[in-house]
Each structure stands twice: as C-alpha cells, then as structure tokens.
C-alpha cells in the first residue's frame, strides 16, 4: 500500500510541477512567441520563399572584346535562356566589376578578343564567368547558363564539321552515348525539396531550446528559486521536476511536431514519401531529446537575452554539420564528433531520409538509436542539473527565512527599548 501510495504521490507532484510550467508558459508572452508564433509562421515564410525552387531572369553584364558573329551568338542565346538576362553591355572587366559591386548585376560573362579566332582555328574557346558567391541560386543561374550555351554551340560546330547527310547521324555525333539525367530523390532539382526539409527539424529544436532558456533566464531575472523546488522538499523530487516540465513540452510540441513535419511539406509540395506511423516513431525520441537538451543548457541562462544570442548563432553551423547541405564525408572528425552533441543531427539525416527519400525506420535504426541515447543522456544530465538548482533554492530560501527571523528579532529589541 505505501509503494502504491508513493507512485500517486510522484504522478500528483508531477501533475503539480506540469500545472505550475503550462501557467508560467501561458503568462510570458516571449515564450508563447517562441512555442507557438515562431514554428507556426518560420516554416511557412521559409518555404514560401524557396518554394519556385529555382530563380529567373537574374541580371548579368557581358564584356564582349571579340565583337564577332559568334560572340553575339553566345550573347544572344544567354539572353533567349530562362535563367539569365543579359542587362548591361560592360566596356572593359573594371567596369563590369563595378557593376557587380553596385549590385546591378549578379555576375559578368568575358569573352577575349580571340574567341572567334581559336574557334575558326578549331582550337578551344574560353568564356570566363564571374559570379556573386554570396547568393548560391543566382551564381548556380549563371554558370548553367553558361555551360549549357557553350555545349550547344559545341554541338553546332560539331554537326558542321561532321559532313553527315542525316539527322540521325547529327544525333550521334552530338551525343554517341544516350543518357537520361534523373536527380534522385529531388524531381525538381531545387533548394527547397533537398534543404528545407532539415531546416524544419532544425526550427524545432531552437525553438524549444529558446522557449526553455527563456524562462529560465526570466525565472533568474527575477529570482523566483520558488519555482523549481517541487512538493517534496527531498532530492528524489528532481525527476518529478524534470518529468513535469517535459510533460508541459511534450503537450505542446506534441502538436508542433505534427505541423513541422507533416502539414508543412504538403503545403508546399515537397517529397512526401514516409508514412505517418514511421514519422510518429522517428518524432518521439527527436521531440523528448530536443527538450532535455533544452533544460540541459537551461542551465547557462542567466537573461532572457543570453539564449536567443547563443542559438541563433548556431543555427547555420547546425545546418552544415547535420549532413545535410554540406556532404558529411567532407566534414572534418572532429565537427562531427560536435555534431553529435546536437538532437537536430540525428533527426535532421532520419527525417530526410525518411520522408524524402521514402527509407523505412530498419533503414534509419543508426539514427534512432542516437537520438533515444541523447534522450537518456540529457535527461541525466537534466536531472543533475535541476538537482544543483533545487540545492541553490533551499540555500536562497534558508537565507531568506534566517534574514527575516533575525529582522524580526531587530524589531522586537527595538520595540523593547523604546518601550522601556
């Protein structure tokens, strides 16, 4: 009978301890922002930006020092193309640099003086193509472009030297070998469909971490100790503690789990492939390892301020070392030995496997495993954690009893003096 009695009075200190994290979650509109504005509307304005997948018309300048019919050819044909259009005819490379620099255009194609001439001479011709490096999409733009005239106009001078009679032989001798170009698990080659997808778990776990950190930090700031000591005043409380607080985020990202993954991709068309069972089992250690990581580094937040700072600026480092935008075969070993340390690691590479390359858990069972031994992990350390913090409170609130008790006694003295 005790040990049923000790079990509900864990459940009812737990229950406790989750009413006490919603009201404080409700109440502080920074944390509502983060838990509830931020993954609702970030996903959204994200992926409607990168939705066209791909960018048209961006601007480029042309330094044309061959002024010959083959040269305004390869202008022409850059203009006639999609992707690229020819805004400005530049006189020299300083003044086309200075085109770039004022951000008129996105790049600049050369064309020496000797280009018509080394391919009247059956020799190789050479276009040079400057690009602004900071955009990825508008330098990918240029230099495709660029390619693909060149390999055409390579096509047509191939057929005119070839002296076929025939379009079959012209066919051939274009492209001997027949071959069909098939991106894998991305059908239309863009950004959105290949990154997005990790951004989005990405999104997931800074959020929590930020909703977290800051209420922590504004538990801190104004020094409400009285908010993690528990009902049980002894030291097994802490999983209590750290059990309630995770119910109140696992309620609420239970939901923004959801909508991340499976409401946004739809919206925006991106590969939908894994179903919803595979999706729930990957979620569930993702979701409970991104909120112990978050009250794990809960503890380093003295202000409110102090977690936005921190993880903000490692978002973009994040992203690279997930695997995902940069090949993780590239990343050096001991980057990925810090990425470990991250839940978006993990549940970055089995999300997109799952869901955009249509993987099952068995093939994602690596990723699945680390993530349940992050969860053990940081709730471990979650409980040291919160046990250091439950220590300081009792600490804080002694004090506060021993300083009143003494102020009291001042004032009984006092009173006693003048009365007498």
């Known amino acids: 009978m005790s040990i049923f009695h000790s079990i509900l009075k864990a459940f009812d200190d737990a229950a406790y301890i989750w009413r006490q994290e919603m009201r404080q979650v409700l109440r502080d509109e920074g944390v509502l922002i983060f838990f509830i504005i931020v993954p609702i509307v970030y996903p959204l304005l994200y992926s409607w930006i990168y939705n066209n997948e791909a960018v048209r018309e961006v601007p480029v300048a042309v330094v044309d020092m061959s002024h010959s019919q083959l040269s305004r050819q390869f202008i022409r044909e850059c203009d006639a193309s999609p992707d690229v259009r020819v805004a400005y005819h530049a006189n020299d490379l300083d003044d086309a640099q200075s085109l770039v620099s004022r951000q008129l255009v996105k790049g600049f194609y050369l064309i020496p003086s000797d280009f018509a001439t080394n391919l ?39 057929i005119k030297l070839s002296g076929n009679y025939t379009k079959r032989e012209d066919a051939i001798t274009v492209q001997p070998l027949a071959y069909e170009d098939v991106p894998v698990f991305n059908p239309g080659g863009g950004y959105g469909s290949a990154i997005l997808p990790a951004v989005l778990m990405i999104i997931l776990q800074q959020t929590l971490v930020l909703g977290i950190g800051l209420a922590a930090g504004t538990a801190r700031e104004r020094n409400r100790y009285g908010d993690l000591i528990p009902i049980h005043p002894s030291y097994s409380g802490i999983y209590r503690i750290v059990g309630g607080k995770a119910l109140c985020y696992v309620m609420i990202y239970a939901v923004m789990g959801a909508y991340l993954s499976m409401v946004v991709p739809r919206l925006f068309s991106f590969p939908c ?148």
């Open 273 to 420: 492939l894994a179903h919803w069972q595979d999706l729930l089992w990957m979620m569930i250690p993702y979701i409970l390892a991104s909120i112990f990581f978050g009250m794990t580094v809960s503890c380093i937040v003295r202000y409110r301020e102090n977690v936005m700072l921190l993880m903000v600026f490692i978002s973009v480092p994040l992203l690279f070392m997930s695997g995902v935008s940069w090949p993780q075969a590239a990343i050096p070993g001991a980057w990925q030995g810090v990425s470990w340390l991250f839940p978006s690691t993990f549940g970055s590479r089995a999300y997109i496997r799952l869901n955009s390359m249509g993987a099952t858990l068995n093939d994602v069972l690596p990723e699945l495993r680390y993530l349940w031994i992050q969860t053990a992990a940081y709730f471990g350390v979650a409980c040291l954690v919160y046990g250091h913090q439950l220590r300081v409170s009792k600490r804080h609130a002694q004090e506060r009893l021993e300083y009143l008790r003494k102020k009291r006694e001042v004032r009984r003295l006092l009173k006693e003096s003048v009365h007498h």
């Open 120 to 158: 009247s001479r059956l020799q190789q011709g050479v276009v040079s193509v400057y690009c602004d490096m900071s955009l990825m999409l508008t330098y990918k733009a240029i230099y495709q472009t660029a390619v693909a005239v060149s390999q055409q106009m390579g096509n047509e001078i191939k």
